[in-house]
């Protein structure tokens, strides 16, 4: 069985946002599969998707902070520069932590572990409202 | 046809460990799929899954000098620190690397290159075992 | 319904490269599936791929000085040396990005945002064709 939804995130200041139940709520078929797997994709070059800690919101602002050091911004050897400062470094990032989760279905809900969410993670100082593609498979 | 499985992975020390063999010793109707995938998923956000060298345990070791470098502990602009130094750059690697891997399944066997193995990336110095979930589809 | 191939990519110079029509066009059955998902899943440890913007090729040459930078070679501490000044670099390139892309079906064609394309990452000064395991699921 498969379910596919393409859904689009409210707008979201730079940084990292647990978006769990922004995704989940949307999801009207999940509970109809017993297990089975679910495929999030973001259509976006400059922004990207990970899992990590659900609880402390350090740990997101954290991560901005720890990304903004690996990957700095104006730097001389650049030469995509034409988008603004932040636009090489938001792809760079992207591709460090993906386009993509992928999460097990056990008895209709998300099979995550206690402390995991679904991070969206925005490297555009004004990226806009950010769609995605879900793909749920399972019987 | 779905197979699901919950395990326990032995603890291990800070540092990637080669886990193919521990995980695939467990999957008991992984031969009776001739096509197909393999998910496997950690349900933790300070340790993580990677596929590479499965053969010179020196390019395990330099995997934890090197993300060591790239991700340091102690950081004055770190915020979450309360539950040790090597908790916030923990949750960092576990998202570099990610919390799962997806191997296409053939002839009832993970079709994996030569040389390559599923590690086992524990971030933590004192993480305990850490459970996975592993999702395998085909027919 | 399954579908697996095994392809061959052609040689690649180090570097970053835009590899959508070279996969796509191997792939016969792919029109066939109105819903599903495409694994593309490379059977190497020092190569990657990754999915990033398709339009300017600056942005491939910024992502090879940007891990070149990140990950260096001749660092002294390195010990897995013996393949070469590139390898134990293109080993931890491989896993910062990633040995598989996941994307999503939709109506018989890759269902990619407008900006996206997949990345052959070849992080070896002589690596060769590369092998990949592509395989799509969906109905």
Known sequence: ????YEIQLKPKNR???LVTDEIVSQLTGLQTISV????????HT?????INENADPTVR????SVFNRLVKENEPYYRHTLEGSDDLPA???????GPSVTIPITD?????????GIYLCE?????GSRRLVITLNGE
Request: cysteine-free; glycine content about 12%.
């Open 1 to 4: 069985m498969w379910q596919q």
């Open 15 to 17: 940084g990292f946002h």
């Open 36 to 43: 089975g797997l679910m495929h999030v994709f973001i259509q």
């Open 46 to 50: 400059s922004a990207s998707l990970t």
């Open 61 to 64: 602002t954290d991560f901005e």
């Open 91 to 97: 792809h760079i990032k992207a591709s460090l932590l």
């Open 108 to 116: 209709g809900q998300l099979n995550l572990g206690t402390w995991q």
């Open 123 to 127: 490297h555009r100082n004004y990226g």
